[in-house]
């Protein structure tokens, strides 16, 4: 099966990597960490605002996808510290509506860049 490799301007790779791959119905959204992609720096705040500002660049790979947060069927949350839950999770409630997508969130020993929060996601592209 072959892959279509999405990227958005609202969205900062750090690595070799494409923001998302498009294979089949699905797409496969990279990680995304609370880089402000003017700054190409992490932003201020704690684990709420960097939760909002990951959103924020996941959601412009999405759109560059022709997708909208309906059609995210999975998430994967990295935390680097599990007392960051309840704030991660205020965010992250307000960006989908029921039924939500199924959901992991583990605690790494690191993320890049010193970020607090990663994210990545999974796709459904609608049936026609």
């Given amino acids: 099966m072959s ?10 790779a750090v690595g070799p990597y494409s923001h998302a791959v498009g294979s089949g119905e699905f797409v496969f959204f990279s990680g995304q960490t609370p880089i402000d992609p003017e700054t190409k720096k992490l932003v201020d705040g704690g684990t709420a605002a ?14 560059a996808t ?10 994967n949350v990295f935390l680097v510290d599990m007392a960051d839950f309840s704030a ?25 860049l010193g970020a607090r929060v990663e994210i990545e996601m999974i796709a459904r592209r609608p049936q026609i």
């Fill in 88 to 112: 991660m999770n205020e965010v992250y409630a307000k960006q989908f509506s029921a039924p939500y997508p199924a959901r992991s969130t583990v605690a790494v020993a690191g993320l890049p």
């Fill in 50 to 63: 960097q939760t909002e500002r990951v959103f924020r660049n996941l959601f412009a790979v999405l759109a």
């Fill in 66 to 75: 022709g997708l909208t947060p309906d059609d995210v069927v999975k998430t």
């Fill in 3 to 12: 892959r279509t490799a999405f990227s958005a301007q609202g969205a900062v």
